[in-house]
């Protein structure tokens, strides 16, 4: 493997680093560490955890998933986030005001996550709430394509104030859809017609809005492809790449998840979707997996750079704490 951040981004077991997850960290191909609730006490806890990792291997991407809702995987010492949806119903009242704290979310989350050493979330949803799947369900910001849109602006509007990249989700849409693809592989039967002009519609105003980086559907669109999105070459490099013209990263959802195991083994996943466009692929609780993934990748070209970079946090601006203040006094009031 060529100099680099690696491919593969993997978690770990608990709240500090084990020998053999140290192993792992060093290996070429990886290049990213994804914490979850396990890997969380307290935030010093979190900083010593993130300093233990750049002390390993400072060029590593540290990610969370943090969207607020149910889906915050750091609380004690966080500020408690609503979920999304809490936002949709108040662009129906008040889309300025929606918007503003829309901003205010994404101003809060990225403040919290630089201060412990983390670069990004995973965030925002830009799924659309058709009501049916509970996997998105209130994770969603609204029903309406250009609610949800300007909505993930302002968000992603608020965590590059606080020098945090965004990454949208799940692409082209995992909203329509009632299956879970952590256990089971969705397929949505609509016309692609509708698709593209309903469910990819907020993904231009969040590249419009400087989202850096993109996370597609382990779902089947069987009117566009046989494969899965986060195996497709038409709905990564074609639509993606093509129609909406977005540069930034592409990263797998996670390579263990229902939805992506039947392309056959990790190497065989990874390599999939790596073809079909991704940068970087995921793969979660799944220790021995990750052992395998890796040795899958070790020829692997690195990550392109200029993309690595704009995942990086980046120092917060002068006067930010007064900013950010104000931003969670406004994220509390509607948690």
Not at 52 to 69: A, T
Not at 184 to 196: Q, T, Y
Request: proline content about 6%.
């Amino acid at each position: 493997m060529s100099a680099g951040v690696g491919p593969a981004v993997i978690d770990l077991e608990g709240p500090a680093l084990l020998p053999a997850e140290r192993g792992r960290l060093l290996h070429p191909a990886a290049g990213g560490v994804i914490l979850f609730s396990r890997n969380y006490r307290d935030p010093a806890q979190l900083r010593a955890l993130a300093g233990e990792i750049r002390d390993l291997r400072p060029d590593l991407l540290l990610c969370v998933d943090q969207e607020g809702g149910r889906v915050q995987r750091f609380r004690e010492g966080f500020t408690a986030l609503p979920p999304m949806r809490r936002l949709g119903e108040l662009w129906d009242r008040d889309p300025q005001a929606a918007c503003a704290s829309a901003r205010a979310a994404g101003l809060v989350i990225a403040t919290e996550l630089a201060a412990q050493g983390i670069d990004f979330s995973f965030a925002p949803v830009l799924d659309l709430d058709y009501g049916g799947s509970a996997v998105i369900g209130d994770r969603a910001f609204h029903a309406d394509p250009d609610a949800v849109g300007r909505l993930a602006a302002a968000f992603i509007g608020g965590l590059a104030e606080a020098g945090v990249a965004a990454v949208g989700k799940h692409f082209p849409g995992h909203g329509y859809v009632r299956a879970d693809s952590h256990v089971d592989l969705p397929r949505d039967d609509r016309p692609l017609a509708d698709i593209l002009a309903r469910d990819v519609s907020p993904y231009r105003a969040a590249i419009a809005a400087g989202m850096a980086a993109v996370m597609p559907a382990h779902v089947v669109y069987t009117q566009a492809d046989a494969q899965p999105a986060g195996y497709s070459a038409y709905w990564l490099r074609e639509v993606l790449r093509g129609q909406l013209e977005f540069d930034g990263l592409i990263f797998s959802d996670d390579l263990s998840m229902r939805g992506a195991t039947g392309a056959g083994g990790v190497a065989e996943r990874a390599r999939l979707a790596l073809k079909a466009g991704c940068d970087m692929v995921l793969l979660c609780n799944d220790a021995l997996g990750q052992d395998a993934l890796l040795e899958s990748l070790a020829d692997a070209p690195a990550v392109p750079a200029a993309r690595v970079a704009r995942m990086r946090a980046r120092d917060k601006r002068p006067g930010l704490e007064l900013a950010y203040r104000d931003a969670r006094d406004l994220v509390r009031r509607i948690a």
